[in-house]
């Protein structure tokens, strides 16, 4: 998109507002979801982001088999602290995505919660 | 009047050794096919499989059988079907493969799609026979293919016809 605008900026200053418009416009049509979450536990436990992935992979696995457990998604910024992270991933999988973290009920026998913070379709400012 | 729809799969059972095949039955198949299912599909799936499903009809001397999916999600079912590579049954382990050569809306259309099937094999093996015998064998069961019709099923087939698609 960037490179777009880039290349209206020469035809006129008009197409500036056009631009803005159209980018504004193709926000909720991206192919990416991003998904800010927070795992909440019954001891303060942090996690790695390796083993906060392979927690997510397993739910996966274990809600909708070997083609969930295939299904793509980035770990973009993770807080070992408050254990909140944010999950990139494809339109199509939002939704089995989602369903299995709200499944996921224990983390190595101790009770666990995901919280959804936020969900939208271009990257998180903060 | 909201009829339940369902979709039957027929499938063929691939092995190499033939003798293996007579040891099918429906509880191995429908065991195996839940396991695979639960396996590719997780929890949703097993769910998905659970009501609905069922093995209708098993030819051991040929390896065909019937499985019937709900409507809904056959198609996610069926992408589980190649994932099978063995059928235990009765103790025994046969390594296998599913091929699925019709999707049906009825039993019905199914029944007359292995017919035509069976013939087009019988003809198929027409030119390798190596007696007279055999030959004529296979040319009268060529030509004993046939559906028998009953009048009540020719009423019923006005009825079904609208659910194939």
């Known amino acids: ?126 | 009047m909201v009829r339940v729809k369902s979709r039957y799969l027929l499938c063929e059972v691939n092995v190499t050794d033939r003798n293996l095949l007579l040891l099918l039955d429906d509880r191995a198949v429908t065991a195996t096919v839940k396991d695979v299912v639960q396996r590719i599909h997780g929890d949703y799936g097993a769910a998905l499989c659970s009501f609905g499903f069922s093995v209708k009809y098993i030819n051991a001397v040929t390896g065909i059988i019937f499985l019937r999916f709900p409507k809904k999600c056959y198609k996610q079912l069926w992408t589980a079907l190649p994932f099978i590579t063995s059928i235990e049954a009765r103790g025994k382990k046969i390594p296998c493969f599913l091929n699925c050569i019709y999707v049906g809306g009825t039993i019905r259309t199914c029944q007359k799609f292995l017919i035509r099937y069976n013939a087009h094999q019988l003809r198929r093996m027409l030119p390798k026979c190596k007696s007279d015998d055999e030959k004529r064998n296979i040319q009268q069961a060529i030509l004993d293919c046939s559906l028998t019709r009953t009048h009540t099923d020719e009423a019923e087939d006005a009825l079904e016809s609208e659910e194939d698609e």
């Open chain 1, 1 to 126: 998109m960037r490179r777009e605008s880039s290349l209206h900026a020469r035809s006129g200053d008009m197409s500036f507002v056009a631009d803005f418009h159209q980018e504004a416009l193709k926000k909720d049509q991206g192919p990416e979801r991003y998904l800010k979450i927070q795992l909440e536990l019954e001891e303060e436990v942090s996690l790695s982001e390796v083993e906060f992935r392979f927690f997510i992979v397993s739910g996966l696995r274990s809600l909708h088999g070997e083609v969930g457990a295939a299904l793509t998604f980035d770990l973009l910024e993770h807080d070992e602290v408050s254990n909140v992270a944010v999950l990139r991933v494809s339109r199509e999988g939002l939704v089995k995505l989602w369903s299995s973290l709200t499944l996921l009920g224990f983390y190595k026998n101790q009770r666990c919660a995901f919280r959804v913070l936020q969900v939208s379709s271009s990257p998180p400012e903060s």
